[in-house]
């Protein structure tokens, strides 16, 4: 295994994206049922189709990054999610918010969040996730729950041990996976560190102890819907993140915090598609950072 | 063993170095035209000479080598190191300088290195970061002292060869040779080649190539020939380049924590900043952040494209400057003689 920067190229940090992406993979088909595998699939060859349209030319397939926006983005959708939706989403990713910035390394938004909130904010009845076993999510019936305590709402077979049931565990394989990318240094750790710190520290200020207000402890929340997967994997995207270290950590903590705020105040269960992209936005005034920052040798 | 061709009698007399005096020794290595066989060119007899001027505390054999696929200079110490170190001996002989140090990178020269018994010596082994190879790194590196860059090392009492060099030089003061080929990293593969060779003559593929090794080489002109600061000549990647992704490595591994990234980005779009200057005067071509770019970008060339356009912005403004200057004198003296004839003009006469 090669873990020397020196011989890599976006296609190797792509196939290692796609082999950490493979645990998180695996738990999701296991604990849901088999419709996860056609989501996944529909949206990711939608990826690679509306990737060839776009340019014209199959050379560019060969970098993997519309795979990668393909599984990131049936990776998000529940898998109740028709399969026009899929499409829909990966058509949208590649064709509007990767190509029409002038594609990879251009586009100011993660596509794959583009694609999934445009989803998001087009059917929201049909990609409101329902677990098989459990009917709503565990973030679902925060959001709706009306005045329930905490503790009522989470004796509900939507809560696991330490999170939200099932995600608890597809979280964890993500994480896992996130800390292969890190061990073989395509990501810092500086990203999914903040990210996960901002959720963090944003869920335990506003944390009241289980009244009907509160929004769940950090633990719940860092174990809950999307949050290992867009910490290790879509925050880290390297082209729609700033590029100095100050600004990252803004960036990260951004989409932390955001997300929280995002699940304890809106009629939204998850945050992170929007708050990635609200993340974006600041992006390129992050970069300015640099310019007084560092002075020649 | 590299195969070389058998050489013709030697051309200058041989010379015992160590009963030699200095002055012979310098004027047999300028004699035979050694230059710096690193890729600066710089003659060594100059080096030499200005290091005896100053006064030296150390000669660093330099066989660190570190950009991305060249080995000839760790072939020439696994078939010659004796010659080097004899190189290096002369040197130190001629400086009056007993502090000899060989760096290296390589595991397997610093092992034969210590094998066998040279007490005089010693060799540091140091990483082979992209940027240990040159020169001022070289010397924080090892005695973790900075060289300002409006100084040379010689002024601070050290003195860095190649040591393709070193074994020129101890060819040329100890067999009286001049210095007609050298070990060249062609296509990832070493060999002795004469001086001279057309770098098309080597290709057997009509493919671009680079003259020098991947990162750090220049695109070789239709009729370039092998020269003595040849190490390498390397295929092209342009053709492989693909868009950046901003990863970020390149900043990462700058040895002169240039935003090397940012530096691409006003280069391509032909927006150069204010303000960016001094960094592309700053880089010192290293090669480190071609090597790690995962898209393949050539960013050296970008940057080279940067200095020499910084260069020439320099050269207009001073030009301007210059002219401001005159125009102002000119006009001065206009003045100066208008109000000589004015006074003149009503003067009134004597007679």
Redesign the interface.
Known sequence: MVID??Q???T??MVHVMVALLPGMVVQVWLADWRTLVVIGVATIGALVTEIVCTRSTR?LS?GSAVVTGLLIGLCLPSTTPWFACLVASIIAIAIAKHAFG????NVFNPAMAGYGAVLLAYPALVVEFDAISGATALEQLAHRGSTTIEEVSSTPAFGAFGAANHEWVNLAFAFGGLYLIAVRVISPLVPLCVIAGIGVAAFMLDDGGSSTSHGSPMFNWFAGGTMLTAFFIATD??T?P??RAGIVIYALGIGVLAMLIRKYSSWPDGFAFSVLLANCFVPLLERI??RQ???? | MLERLPRSTPEFEPIDWSKATASNILARIKEAGVVGMGGAGYPAAAKLASGRHYGTRHVIANGVECEPGVNADRSLMQQHLSHVLDGLRIVGHCLDCDQLTLAVSDRRVHQSFQDSDFSDVTCEMVSDHPANGEERTLIKTIFNESIPSSEYPSQRGFVVLNVATLFAICEAVRDGYRPTDRVVTVFDEERWVELDTPIESLAATPLLIRHGSVATGVMASKNAVVKLTTNAVAHDRTELARACIHCGWCDDVCPRYLPVEEMLRTQQSQSRQQGLDAYFDACFECGACVVVCPSTIPLLDWIRQGKRQTSVERLKQRANARFERRNARVAERRSDETRAREVRLHTPRKW
């Open positions: 920067r020196r890599r190229t976006t190797s940090v560019d970098d594609g990879l390394g251009n390297p082209v993140s590029s100095n640099r310019h560092t002075s020649p040798t």
